[in-house]
């Protein structure tokens, strides 16, 4: 169902299909980051256990998948599990892991055949054996699509991610006596992506929880109260609009 969404000047009300070809008019975010909380919350609005929300939540991450490259994003990074999360419920962590390797094993094709190509940051080390296999997988098989970059985010920390880094310098240039800006975002473990335009958070959490620390310097931030399995194209459009409407000065006047 299309919804009446804010438009771009004042609160006006506009249709989606008409914000869209208007966003579309627009200079698009190239890269945008969702930090897709609130799993947790819309099942228990429910009365459903807490992986009901994470497994309602591949209908969102399908919908922007969808929709970010019509409106020009080039880059999508989904926050799916934090270097923190390791701390839920055990059975929790196994599920999350069981329902990745599950819904990427199920929608690999369909990336294919869009020419979404799959990319994953943080330490993959860490996972499960087959989840890990899953992602590589999906990676090779993705990797000579031209289309959406599509990066998961998964035992990702931006602490950790910056230490990587460093440890990289140290490891292939021990003779380096000062570390430059650029030696850091070169050893970023994508150092090809550009930095976000734009990171959305859902379920109205206003935190950072660990996520692209270096990158983020000079995003534009979202902030929906929308629970992450809620979250539709339309959010998405609405989320690009406002950014449109923002003026960028990156520390100039
Ligand atoms: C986000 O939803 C998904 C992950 C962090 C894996 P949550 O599971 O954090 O949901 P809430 O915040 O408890 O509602
Ligand atoms: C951030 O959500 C991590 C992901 C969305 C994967 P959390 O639910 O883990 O963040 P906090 O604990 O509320 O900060
Ligand atoms: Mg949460």
Known sequence: MKRTLKGLRKGKQMSEDLLLDKV????????????????????????????????????????????????????????????????????????????????????????????????????????????????????????????????????????????DAVNKILSSESSKEKIEENDISNNLYLADVPDPDLVIRTSGESRVSNFLLWQIAYSEFWVTDVLWPDFRKADFIESVADFQKRKRRFGGA
């Open 24 to 163: 579309k008019k627009g200079i698009p975010p190239r890269h945008v980051a969702i930090i897709m909380d609130g799993n947790g919350r819309w099942a228990a609005k429910r009365g459903l256990p807490r992986l009901a929300g994470h497994r309602a939540a591949m209908t969102s991450i399908r919908e922007a998948v969808e929709v970010a490259p019509v409106l020009g994003v080039e880059y999508l990074t989904l926050y799916a599990f934090s270097a923190e999360n390791w701390k839920r419920p055990k059975e929790e962590v196994s599920g999350l892991m069981r329902l990745f390797e599950e819904m990427l094993k199920k929608e690999i094709s369909e990336l294919d055949e869009k020419d979404v190509r799959l990319k994953t940051i943080g330490r993959l080390e860490m996972l499960p054996e087959s989840t890990r296999k899953t992602f590589e997988d999906g990676i090779d098989k993705t990797a000579d699509n031209n289309g959406l970059k599509l990066i998961i985010a998964l035992n990702y920390g931006g602490r950790g991610e910056i230490i």
